[in-house]
């Protein structure tokens, strides 16, 4: 049971994605299906996912860091805070307009591009291979800074065919 939550908790980006997933899937449907899924994205992938991470760095940076394959580092409370900010506000995206949703989107879009290309750097250069910076959460964080902002365009769309 302790390796089951164990696994569940190091696992939240990933399942929140799917879960975001599986949601706008299931949603009811009076919108188009890419318009509930850039709800789910942010209120889910992005808003769970980042708050989550932001306790994280904050509450325990010794454990934060070493999966990361870092030191620690005081910068590790600020990104903790400025992970529950932006988390805290893609959950309130979820219920807001789409002007609104897209601020939320341009930032993740831009913050997640930062992210990328530093742990690419540590990886490359540093040979820093540890699983939440070069594995599976580098995969999410490319896959919605591409997928966020195409979800947003297509939702403009749909909102200005309609």
């Known amino acids: ?12 980006p ?12 299931l949603a009811p449907k009076p919108r188009p299906f890419r318009a509930r899924l850039l709800d789910w994205m942010l209120l889910l992938s992005i808003g ?8 994280f760095h904050v509450l325990f940076p010794e454990l934060a860091a070493r999966s990361i394959g870092w030191a620690v580092s005081p910068f590790q409370f600020e990104i903790g805070v400025a992970d529950m900010a932006i988390g805290i506000a893609a959950i309130a995206s979820f219920w807001r307009s789409l002007p609104f949703k897209a601020a939320v989107v341009v930032y993740i879009a831009l913050f997640s591009l930062g992210v990328a290309i530093g742990h690419v750097r540590e990886a490359v250069g540093a040979g820093d291979f540890a699983a939440n910076n070069f594995g599976l959460l580098l995969l999410i964080t490319v896959a919605q800074m591409i997928l966020l902002p ?4 297509l939702a403009w769309s749909d909102r200005n065919s309609g």
């Open 1 to 12: 049971m302790t390796q089951l939550i164990t696994l569940i908790l190091s696992n939240i």
């Open 150 to 153: 195409i979800l947003l365009r």
């Open 48 to 55: 769970i996912s980042y708050v989550w991470a932001g306790f």
């Open 14 to 25: 990933a399942i929140m994605f799917v879960a975001a997933l599986l949601a706008a899937l």
